[in-house]
């Protein structure tokens, strides 16, 4: 008996909600991303970043596909260098100083198949994960003059990109039809992918940036809070 309460009260939520049709979403939230491999040797705790989505439903099933896009800077350093200098008149050396910042982002773009029984007001989902990521390093150089900073020079210092599959769980709650919040949580695993270590780059005669690149197999745990809109 207790076996079968058990089962009507699984049963049930899933008919009542199954009369409600099944809609696509769009999603947009904020993550934040802890690393859980060898790159959390470099960079200290973890990270935030943006993202995006969508889902639609197939065929009105509990299944839907979906895409996600991520944004995240994740790693940051500056390093002071002499610009330039001149002699002055009474033989004195004047140096003019610069600042060469390094950024470091990764993005990230996902293929998702979500399984989500429940259709109404709240709506716990699993999804299996799989698309690519990239990791980017850039550049400017800060100058001052006259009280202001200016920068410039940007470019690209390196690019490397891999595949990054895993698995996530969340739920989407609503009080209205049309707006949800969603929570959720990913567990991404990815191939092994080349990274600039910031720590040990160097400027060398106020142009050339030498630097180490080591290779990461990157893993993390990324947590998200965003809003979902039903349409």
Known sequence: MKHLILILLFLIPICGFSQVPRRSYTNVGFQYIQPTDSLKNFIEGGFWGINAGTELPVFGSPIEIGFDYAWSNFDSKEKDFVLSYYQSITGQYIYNYATMRFRNS?????????????????????????????????????????????????????????EVYGWSAGVRISS?????????????????????????????????????????????FVYQVGLSYTY
């Open 176 to 220: 209205n039809e049309k707006l949800f919040m969603d929570f959720k949580i990913q567990n991404l695993k990815s191939a092994p992918v080349n990274y600039i270590d910031l720590n040990t780059i160097t400027i060398i005669n106020s142009q050339s940036v030498n630097y180490t690149i080591k290779e990461i197999t990157p893993q993390k």
């Open 106 to 162: 990764n993005n990230r773009a996902l293929c998702n198949l979500r399984l989500k029984l429940f259709n109404g007001p709240f709506q716990p989902y699993i999804d299996l994960v799989g698309g690519f990521e990239s990791y980017r390093v850039s550049s400017d150089i800060v100058t001052e003059a006259g009280g202001y900073s200016a920068a410039t020079g940007s470019n690209f210092q390196y690019f490397d990109i891999t």
